[in-house]
T-cell receptor, first 110, second 113 residues
């Protein structure tokens, strides 16, 4: 079967660092994506990993371990505007199909 | 500007009526997708199309239909057979490259009364 797991909700303080984990079991793997989605809006792309290791992009970093079926999104210097849902998605190999997790709702407190 | 448009933003229909949601893209992307999102949930794939005149069922295709007569357009019809159609519907597109992400339209919130 195909399954992606993320925590449902997390809370952190402004200026802090938060790590959102994602584990996956999919038939084939051709990349892992992280998206940010504010309530009532469309998801926006944050990061892409296809090889093991850390990808850094400003305040956001994403890590992948293919052997463990594990990824995390690291958000540094949290700001109030980072309050949103964060979606983990895996692209299945050989198709154009993306499989999404249920998302992690992050609340940033002042 | 290049992008994906969905209209309308909000749509209300009576139970038993079919309704068609539009999705247009001018990004020259080959692949297009329809997702459904329920409150507090992730995205569930309804249909996707890799090329004109071809489409595949996703995980929750029952009660929905699509067409792909033009590269730019991928309309979704929510039929009366869909048991619980009230949801937020997102259209997306992506180019052929594996490295590329999907680009999402603004979404249509459908409410069936």
């Amino acid at each position: 079967g195909q399954n992606i797991d993320q925590p449902t909700e997390m809370t952190a303080t402004e200026g802090a660092i938060v790590q959102i984990n994602c584990t996956y079991q999919t038939s084939g793997f051709n990349g892992l994506f992280w998206y940010q989605q504010h309530a009532g809006e469309a998801p926006t792309f944050l990061s892409y990993n296809v090889l093991d290791g850390l990808e850094e992009k400003g305040r956001f970093s994403s890590f992948l371990s293919r052997s463990k079926g594990y990824s995390y999104l690291l958000l540094k210097e949290l700001q109030m505007k980072d309050s949103a849902s964060y979606l983990c998605a895996v692209k299945a190999s050989g198709t154009y199909k993306y499989i999404f997790g249920t998302g992690t709702r992050l609340k940033v407190l002042a | 500007d290049g992008g994906i448009t969905q209209s309308p933003k909000y749509l209300f229909r009576k139970e038993g009526q079919n309704v068609t949601l539009s999705c247009e893209q001018n990004l020259n992307h080959d692949a297009m997708y329809w997702y459904r999102q329920d409150p507090g949930q992730g995205l569930r794939l309804i249909y996707y199309s890799q090329i004109v005149n071809d489409f595949q069922k996703g995980d929750i295709a029952e009660g929905y239909s699509v067409s792909r007569e033009k590269k730019e357009s991928f309309p979704l019809t929510v039929t009366s057979a869909q048991k619980n159609p009230t949801a937020f519907y997102l259209c997306a597109s992506s180019p052929q490259s594996d490295r590329d992400t999907q680009y999402f339209g603004p979404g249509t919130r459908l409410t069936v009364l």
